[in-house]
């Protein structure tokens, strides 16, 4: 389990606006910034597409890369997180991609180019399960499937990076995970991820660079979250450290606009333990006080 998990409760410990901290860092999971070797290398398996949703996948061996048209589609996650992206032969359809990593269930899935959502469909234990589809123009339509929650409606328009729903274990699958496929005038074509051709066949490690950039680095879509530390005030910081400089403070309950975030000292607080810090416009706050509603990052990586 990763330690930024939100969902673990810690009672004991908090440290909050007095700035009082955990002596020492604590070095990042091996699967977070290795997915693909954490996980090993065993097959994903998943169901394909619902009775008369099948698609003929683009002659294997060709590249989608350099298309005039093609959305400049990037990796379905927030920036700056490391993603592990199986293909396979047996997959259906076989251009598609597998996203996972550990503890992954309730992680943000973001649009992996702007467009407008066209289907958000349920299939029950079967399939796909739920499933969101976004028509991006010029023929092209990229898919998410096995999600645990669905937070876009049809008709509703879309940016780049924009959350879209989380990462989920429905329909038929062997696990959490993200069942991820682009395709053409109903033909299902090879993701392209900032440029570059996703790897067929076999598991490697992505990493996204969704919608970075902008201001203080991030840049993109801002997430809004709420402070929980039990009554006290917490402490707003000039960087992402409990020894850096207080700038200001907000209230427990607070409403918080996150534009992007960073790692840094490892601090335990309501959410558990977390190295991540929130940017929130005059400064940082750890990420163990502050809800979103998704376990691990849900913004840009600050730079």
């Not at 074509?189 to 790897?199: D, Q, Y």
């Not at 707003?236 to 209230?251: K, N």
């Not at 991540?276 to 849900?298: E, H, K, M, P, R």
Request: with cysteine; net charge negative.
């Amino acid at each position: 389990m990763r330690t930024t998990s939100k969902w673990a409760l810690v009672s004991n410990v908090f440290v909050l606006a007095s700035g009082l901290a955990l002596s020492g860092c604590v070095a990042e999971p091996v699967d977070e910034l290795d997915p693909a070797s954490a996980l090993g290398g065993d097959e994903w398996l998943d169901d394909g597409p619902p009775p008369g949703e099948e698609a003929v996948d683009e002659e294997v061996g060709s590249t989608s890369e350099g298309v005039s048209d093609m959305p400049a589609f990037q990796l379905p996650f927030p920036c700056g997180q490391v993603w592990a992206g199986q293909t396979r032969t047996n997959h259906s359809p076989q251009n598609s991609v597998d996203f996972n990593r550990s503890d992954d269930i309730g992680d943000a899935v973001v649009a992996s180019a702007a467009g407008k959502i066209s289907r958000v469909a349920n299939e029950g234990n079967t399939s796909y399960g739920r499933w969101i589809e976004i028509d991006h123009g010029n023929g092209y339509r990229s898919r998410y499937a096995h999600l645990n929650s669905q937070l876009v409606s049809v008709g509703q328009s879309v940016s780049k990076g924009q959350k879209i729903g989380t990462v989920g274990n429905t329909g038929g699958s062997t696990g959490p995970h993200l069942h991820y496929e682009v395709r053409r005038n109903g033909v299902a074509i090879r993701p392209v991820f900032n440029g570059a051709t996703a790897l067929f066949f076999g598991t490697k490690n992505y990493t996204s660079k969704n919608s970075c950039g902008g201001s203080d680095g991030g840049g993109g879509t801002s997430v809004t979250g709420t402070v929980n530390t039990n009554g006290v005030a917490l402490t707003v910081r000039a960087d992402a450290s409990t020894s850096s400089a207080a700038v200001g403070s907000v209230a427990d309950g607070a409403k918080v606009t996150i534009t992007c975030q960073k790692k840094g000292t490892s601090v335990t607080g309501t959410y558990g333990t977390s190295t991540l810090w929130d940017f929130i416009g005059n400064g940082y706050v750890s990420d163990a006080y502050v809800s979103t509603g998704s376990d691990g990052q849900v913004a840009p990586t600050c730079k």
